[in-house]
């Protein structure tokens, strides 16, 4: 239920504009990008994510695979879902499941490597100072042609 009395509702409709798009185009370039400065400290100030970085991938894929795995539940549950909704959500169960399992990979790979990294660089400590160069140069070559 609106909090509003209905004649407010009333004369609020009958003030919205038939496009109910903001006219952004009657803003200078100025205004606008403080506008976008606002929003964005705003959305921050919202925990809202504001870039990939921010977002903890590890964590959201696992509130999905819970979300999917809760829906799941109760979908086999209820004799009233047909079958191939079932399978649905079983496939959206399997799919993401299959995502967690490859970013334990990737973070097992990534752990591995950087272990094999720091025994590297523990090694080229013990070497002489021409054999380093020569190795981090042909490393640099390798980097360079990812």
């Known amino acids: 239920m609106s909090t509003l009395d209905p004649d407010r509702r009333q004369s609020f409709k009958k003030d919205q504009p038939a496009d109910p798009r903001f006219a952004w ?3 200078s370039p100025d205004q606008l990008i403080a506008c976008r400065e606002e ?11 504001m870039s990939l970085k921010d977002v903890n991938m590890e964590r ?6 819970y979300a999917l795995k809760n829906l799941q539940k109760d979908v086999l549950a209820d004799d009233q879902t047909p079958r191939n909704q ?6 959206a169960t399997g799919a993401v499941l299959s995502k ?8 097992y790979d990534s752990e591995r490597f950087k272990a094999i990294e720091n025994a590297l ?12 160069a020569s190795f981090l140069d042909e490393y640099a ?3 360079g042609g990812q």
């Open 141 to 143: 070559k390798i980097l």
């Open 86 to 91: 079932q399978a649905q959500v079983a496939n």
């Open 100 to 107: 967690v399992a490859d970013l334990q990979l990737s973070v």
């Open 121 to 132: 660089i523990r090694a080229l400590r013990l070497l002489p100072e021409e054999a380093v």
């Open 25 to 27: 185009a009657s803003f």
């Open 39 to 49: 929003i964005h400290i705003a959305l921050e100030a919202m925990g809202v994510p």
């Open 60 to 65: 959201e894929l696992m509130l999905q695979f």
